[in-house]
């Protein structure tokens, strides 16, 4: 029977020696997460560059300096190459494909479609509050189209959130950035 100290002390051994793995798996969350919330796609490629280029360059040069500093030879492991490369590669299928985005969409739809259909009714709603998967901020009836606003600094720039186009098409709004999440459904960011 293991004791809390002695697992305590293999997690720390795990820790210490994929330290890089356990890194690779939290930059993928933080790419997935902010995905998932619709944040703008070119800020998420932005972050992303940093994050998988800038950071294990970084990195690199940091265990590089130290390893020559101490004179020995190191290999890269397999294992940590691995961790990269899925990382790298997930994060980026996550700016090219929003795929975070449409899997909390398609979780989140009941909730989103219930709460068009009380705007629609005029039902009072008091935001902000979660809907679904999504924070919403502030709900309302806009060109037509119902918006579900889950960032924005003012009333009529630099907004993003989910809306309902019913007319179909182009969203009817001054857009930075558009996301088609089937049926009418989008998610926007304004400019």
Known sequence: MTTFKTR????????????????CFLGFCF??????????????????FFLWIIGPSLIF????????KEKRK????????MAFVMAFSLSFSV???NWPLRLNFLISHPAL???AQNLAA?????????????YVQKSAVEHGATCFWTQGDSEEVNRSGIILNPKGGKPPFNLWSDVS???????ISED
């Open 8 to 23: 305590l002390q293999i997690y720390g051994r795990l820790l210490k020696t994929h330290w890089f793995i356990v890194l």
């Open 31 to 48: 790419i997935a997460t902010l995905s998932a919330q619709g944040f703008d796609p070119l800020f998420l490629g932005l972050i992303t």
């Open 61 to 68: 040069i940091v265990c590089f300096a130290e390893h020559y």
């Open 74 to 81: 190191t290999r890269l492991k397999p294992e940590d190459l």
């Open 95 to 97: 700016v090219f494909t």
């Open 113 to 115: 479609v219930r709460e």
């Open 122 to 134: 005029k039902m009072p709603s008091v935001y902000p509050r979660w809907v679904g998967g999504f």
């Open 181 to 187: 999440l089937g049926d009418n459904w989008h998610a």
